[in-house]
């Protein structure tokens, strides 16, 4: 009897249903990964800069029972990647820099390796630059500060995976050195410089750089799981994540970023063409760009200890989803794929209970 009340359940979500809202199928998706436990944190859904649904699941602090609402701020990880490539691409539309400048020009101690590493290889992960394979490989351990040069330091040395523009490979140190070539160019501290030239134009006051000793009100605790119980993530210096994970924000902001990607608010028309210019490999300035699965798409998925995060953009349709997660093993993106999917008015199965 069980089993085929279960059966009658998924039938019924493939069913069309116009007396459910989109905001009441929304709801019971998302009540269902929460109810399960796989799931805490805000998700918001947009089309043509207008909400059409947001809403907190779960608990921004387990241990005082605060729930997470939709002015929560959650550590957005690889997220903060959109913002450097926007950074640099303001810095050369005003001069500072050239895309296709060698980082040596602004980081003195590059090792000949690095000769023909250029910015943009670093923007487009074709550096070259080897991933970080372990934690032993930050030289202080995870629970201390570092500099941007002290980050750079610990991976100065090693050789390169591939030399610069033959193949593409994810790395974060990439953007640790863009964090710094933005100090750089700039003349302020990366966090300063995020601030001044895209949170503050944006009105973008619930999103920062993370920090671990600042009181940041409405900031969500973030977890992991312990076997069948949640437990604190694992402590981090969130110097680490630096300009390629370090900054946290909120959906609502979230959605005065994509807003202000369809104007010309931060960068020049001209500008803001080179930012969604799709790549021979898939990724730009932050974003993958593709039209796997019939439409055009700009995302990006990120985690930290404690953090889940992602970000998509459909342009055609002027659609927004984001799911932002204090439970570092939520799965974000499928959660964001789905309901994209049913904002298109498509079906999707239904989180079933084990």
């Given at each position: 009897?069980?089993?085929?009340?279960?059966?009658?359940l998924?039938?019924?979500?493939?069913?069309?249903?116009?007396?459910?809202?989109?905001?009441?199928?929304?709801?019971?998706?998302?009540?269902?990964y929460?109810?399960?436990?796989?799931?805490?944190?805000?998700?918001?859904?947009?089309?043509?800069?207008?909400?059409?649904?947001?809403?907190?699941?779960?608990?921004?602090?387990?241990?005082w029972?605060?729930?997470?609402t939709?002015r929560?701020?959650?550590?957005?990880?690889?997220?903060?990647?959109?913002?450097?490539?926007?950074?640099?691409?303001?810095?050369?539309?005003?001069?500072?820099?050239?895309?296709?400048?060698?980082?040596?020009?602004?980081?003195?101690?590059?090792?000949?390796?690095?000769?023909?590493?250029?910015?943009?290889?670093?923007?487009?992960?074709?550096?070259?630059?080897?991933?970080?394979?372990?934690?032993?490989?930050?030289?202080?351990g995870?629970?201390?500060?570092?500099?941007?040069?002290?980050?750079?330091?610990?991976?100065?040395?090693?050789?390169l995976?591939?030399?610069?523009?033959t193949?593409?490979?994810?790395?974060?140190?990439?953007?640790?050195?863009?964090?710094?070539?933005?100090e750089?160019?700039?003349?302020?501290?990366?966090?300063?410089?995020?601030?001044?030239?895209?949170?503050?134009?944006?009105?973008?006051?619930?999103?920062?750089?993370?920090?671990?000793?600042?009181?940041?009100?409405?900031?969500?605790?973030?977890?992991?799981?312990?076997?069948?119980?949640?437990?604190y993530?694992?402590?981090?210096?969130?110097?680490?994540?630096?300009?390629?994970?370090?900054?946290?924000?909120?959906?609502?902001?979230?959605?005065?970023?994509?807003?202000?990607?369809?104007?010309?608010?931060?960068l020049?028309?001209?500008?803001?063409?080179?930012?969604?210019?799709?790549?021979?490999?898939?990724?730009?300035?932050?974003w993958?760009?593709d039209?796997?699965?019939?439409?055009?798409?700009?995302?990006?998925?990120?985690?930290?200890?404690?953090?889940?995060?992602?970000?998509?953009?459909?342009?055609a349709?002027?659609?927004?989803?984001?799911?932002?997660?204090n439970?570092?093993?939520?799965?974000?993106?499928?959660?964001?794929?789905?309901?994209?999917?049913?904002s298109?008015?498509?079906?999707?199965?239904?989180?079933?209970?084990k």
């Amino acid at each position: 009897m069980k089993k085929s009340l279960s059966a009658l359940l998924i039938i019924f979500w493939f069913i069309p249903c116009h007396a459910q809202s989109f905001a009441t199928r929304l709801d019971k998706y998302l009540t269902a990964y929460a109810q399960e436990g796989k799931f805490m944190g805000a998700v918001l859904v947009a089309r043509d800069g207008r909400v059409l649904f947001e809403k907190g699941y779960g608990l921004a602090d387990l241990a005082w029972d605060v729930p997470v609402t939709p002015r929560t701020k959650f550590n957005i990880a690889s997220l903060t990647k959109q913002f450097t490539g926007m950074a640099v691409l303001q810095l050369a539309e005003v001069g500072k820099l050239k895309l296709n400048d060698a980082v040596s020009k602004y980081y003195k101690d590059a090792p000949k390796a690095w000769a023909q590493i250029t910015i943009y290889h670093l923007l487009s992960h074709t550096s070259g630059l080897p991933e970080l394979k372990s934690l032993d490989e930050f030289t202080k351990g995870i629970a201390q500060p570092y500099t941007p040069l002290e980050l750079i330091a610990t991976f100065r040395d090693k050789p390169l995976d591939f030399p610069p523009s033959t193949k593409w490979a994810y790395s974060n140190r990439g953007y640790y050195l863009l964090g710094y070539i933005i100090e750089q160019a700039s003349g302020q501290k990366y966090a300063d410089y995020i601030e001044q030239h895209i949170f503050a134009p944006l009105g973008m006051k619930d999103s920062g750089y993370d920090s671990n000793v600042a009181v940041i009100k409405y900031r969500a605790n973030g977890y992991a799981v312990d076997g069948q119980r949640l437990r604190y993530a694992d402590y981090v210096d969130w110097s680490l994540p630096y300009a390629a994970g370090g900054i946290y924000s909120t959906i609502e902001d979230l959605l005065r970023w994509d807003r202000a990607l369809y104007r010309e608010k931060l960068l020049s028309r001209k500008w803001l063409d080179r930012l969604f210019t799709p790549d021979p490999n898939g990724y730009n300035y932050g974003w993958f760009i593709d039209n796997k699965g019939g439409r055009f798409k700009i995302y990006h998925e990120g985690s930290n200890p404690g953090f889940a995060a992602f970000i998509v953009r459909y342009p055609a349709d002027r659609t927004f989803v984001v799911v932002l997660s204090n439970l570092e093993t939520a799965p974000v993106r499928q959660i964001a794929y789905d309901l994209a999917a049913l904002s298109f008015g498509e079906t999707v199965t239904m989180p079933q209970r084990k």
